[in-house]
């Protein structure tokens, strides 16, 4: 899964007073608005677990009846959330350059930025990948269907050889797999025997080492 900068996406709104909570007398509370917060929350908990639509009823300054005008519970919210940090923060592979132009600082940009985004922002990695709602609306199922064509995609221009789909996609998961692996590490603070930019780099030039093998394509070497 790629993922780009936050910048993309607006976490406070002009709505929000001094003190972090909505004005309802003057602007009301829209179903953008709850996501904003949701999104917010989430960030300052950095886990999913401590948010609740009570929670964020709180922080808009009004009764958490008005998010069940929008919403019946916390889990359709939730979707709402993920989908849109989904359309928000995932980026195509297929906007990579050919396979002749994929070179090793590249993919080693790809990987940083993976990680890098998970240790800023580790509630939204966790929202995405290990606490969300299981998806059950076609919106957030049709783009979890085309993150994974466009990671398809990507080993495919990748891979020395010609691949079906099939294989291609279990190279994706295997990859994504080890770096998933290691990010948990990262967020959970489970990193003990070395500093955090040292294991980053271990971690960056392992997972070059592993599409290397994966896909037999001969990187042209470069720097971080």
Not at 122 to 134: D, N, V
């Amino acid at each position: 899964m790629i993922l780009i900068p936050l910048d993309k996406l607006t976490l406070l709104i002009n709505s929000v007073n001094h003190n972090g909570r909505y004005d309802m007398k003057r602007e009301g509370l829209s179903k953008e608005q709850i996501i904003t917060l949701a999104i917010n929350l989430i960030e300052e908990r950095k886990s999913v677990a401590d948010v609740n639509l009570r929670e964020i009823a709180r922080r808009a300054g009004c009764s958490a009846a008005n998010i069940y005008n929008y919403y019946g519970n916390f889990d359709e919210l939730l979707r709402d959330v993920q989908l849109t940090v989904f359309r928000t923060h995932l980026s195509a592979p297929s906007s990579l350059p050919d396979a002749s132009g994929i070179s090793e600082p590249v993919i080693r940009k790809i990987v940083k930025d993976m990680i890098d985004f998970a240790i800023a922002h580790p509630g939204l990695y966790r929202l995405m990948h290990l606490e969300g709602a299981a998806p059950d609306d076609s919106a957030t199922l049709t783009a979890i269907r085309d993150n994974r064509s466009r990671a398809i995609g990507f080993i495919r221009k990748l891979s020395a050889r010609e691949l079906d789909d099939d294989e291609a996609y279990t190279i994706a998961k295997i990859f994504h797999g080890y770096l998933h692996g290691e990010i948990c590490r990262l967020i959970s603070n489970r990193v003990f025997d070395r500093s955090i930019s040292t294991y980053r780099k271990e971690t960056i030039d392992n997972a070059v080492f592993l599409i290397r093998k994966l896909t037999g394509f001969n990187l042209q070497e470069g720097k971080d």
